[in-house]
């Protein structure tokens, strides 16, 4: 298993109760995973501690063998090599297309650099729009940015959260498809959250149900879609 998460417990500092109890999956090298689950069940919590923004209170996280998170030892989010693709894409308006994608790439030759934005562009087929600015291509474009600017530090790992919310509903399934071509091409694991079960259907390999800050269920997309072992679930997907 490329992402191994072991009996996660997490509570914020403030927070009365834990958010994510006895959290523990697992994910196949290659596969696409969605987090599935309302407002408020924990599914952002779960990326925050995947890429090292919070520290569990108890529990293991493993990513492609190596413990990156236990009761001894805590590796930083920068050395963990995970790429972030946020709800609202962070892309920072006043850079061009290729600067935003570029950003964070740090003490690189400009060769180097060239060289890869090349390559991220046209993996994301925007080789044409690097000179505009966010303000001047779409929430599609957008998104396919803040992919690029994620897989330009060679991440092992992609997390995306609501990757798909802020874009208008009729493009959307356009979008998901265009999405699943693009990570599968590049071959890298990864993991997003979504309240939207369309989402979760049309792109994930193995979906996980999670409801206040537990795993309901969890399986290959299809085998749980016609298996739900709950009402709960039966009901998400009716
Ligand atoms: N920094 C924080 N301090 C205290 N509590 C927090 C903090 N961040 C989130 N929470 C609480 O933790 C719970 C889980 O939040 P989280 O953002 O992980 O949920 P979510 O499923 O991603 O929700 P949404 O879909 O609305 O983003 C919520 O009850 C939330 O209020």
Known sequence: MFVEIENLNFKYKNSAEDILNDFTFSV??????????????????????????EEPNQGTIKINNDIVVNDNNFVSPEEREVGMVFQDYALFPHMTVAENILFGVKGKSKEYKKKK??????????????NRYPH???????????????????????????PFSSLDANLQSK?????RKIIKRTGITSIFVSHDKEDAISIADKIVVLKDGRIVQQGDSQELISNPTSDYVAGLFK
């Open 28 to 53: 196949k090298e290659g596969d696409i995973v969605c987090i599935l689950g309302e407002s408020g069940s924990g599914k952002s919590t779960v990326l925050r501690l995947i890429s090292g923004l």
């Open 117 to 130: 934005l090349a390559e991220v562009l046209k993996l994301i087929g925007l080789e044409e729009l690097k």
């Open 136 to 162: 001047q291509i779409s929430g599609g474009q957008q998104q396919r940015v803040a992919l690029a600017r994620a897989l330009t530090i060679g991440p092992s790992l992609i997390v995306m959260d609501e």
């Open 175 to 179: 979008i998901r498809e265009e999405l």
